[in-house]
């Protein structure tokens, strides 16, 4: 491993088309903004916005703040862009993701189980429910969770040979420490498609991840639930 990589500041990382662009929001508003007020504006499920202005506050580019309530309750947050942001709070993640993650490999007994209950979790989370009695057919599905995984920073392409899909994510925004951690990482990987889907009520489900399968390149392999019941029957 690499010590010197770990110790290098992160700042300077690519944002990510989304990130970019609630970044330019809070730029633009003339007064800190709630996460509805992002989430409206860039499109974006409330959860993914603030998983976006959360990573933004983390790296120094904005700033959170409670909002003035007149009412007794607790109150919401508010977002603003921090002038200079940029130059400010050299971060470290990559250290921080290296020591978690071998945490969860070293004390764990079933590490790979726990990563991919996590991705689950955090699938559902990030992810819009259709509305009651709504139901995706399996290309809509795959088409929100591709546009759901180039969010994150995966730059995901979908391809199917009409009965089958394969998402290919091109880009992974943690492969240094999945490079050391594929057990941990992947199966969150993994677990997150997994989560997301089930949250859409999809009649599709990712089967398995086949991590590096080129030097850039993994594969997410899909699969229908009609695929899944022939393959067990």
């Known amino acids: 491993m690499d010590v010197q990589a770990l110790l290098t500041p992160d700042a300077g990382a690519p944002l990510g088309q989304s990130r970019a662009h609630v970044l330019d929001l809070l730029r633009a508003a003339g007064s800190p903004a709630g996460v509805k007020d992002i989430a409206d504006q860039a499109g974006l499920h409330p959860n993914t916005a603030r998983f976006h202005l959360d990573a933004l506050v983390d790296a120094g580019l904005a700033a959170r703040a409670p909002k003035e309530r007149t009412t007794p309750g607790r109150p919401s947050m508010a977002y603003r862009a921090v002038a200079g942001g940029e130059t400010m709070g050299r971060r470290r993640y990559r250290l921080l993701a290296e020591m978690l993650t071998s945490l969860i490999a070293g004390m764990l007994p079933k590490p790979g189980e726990a990563a991919g209950e996590a991705g689950r979790e955090w699938g559902r989370y990030l992810t819009e429910p259709p509305p009651p009695y709504q139901r995706l057919d399996a290309g809509k599905a ?9 969010e994150i920073g995966f730059a995901p392409e979908a391809v199917t040979d009409g009965t089958r899909y394969q998402l290919r994510l091109r880009q992974c925004p943690f492969r240094e420490v999945a490079e050391n951690h594929q057990d941990v990482v992947c199966q969150l990987h993994l677990g997150l498609m997994q989560g997301a889907l089930a949250q859409m009520r999809a009649p599709v489900t990712a089967d398995r991840l086949q991590p590096f399968a080129e030097p ?5 392999y899909l699969a229908t639930r009609q695929n899944q019941a022939s393959a067990g029957s």
């Open 142 to 150: 795959v088409g929100r969770l591709t546009a759901t995984m180039a």
């Open 216 to 220: 850039s390149l993994c594969i997410a």
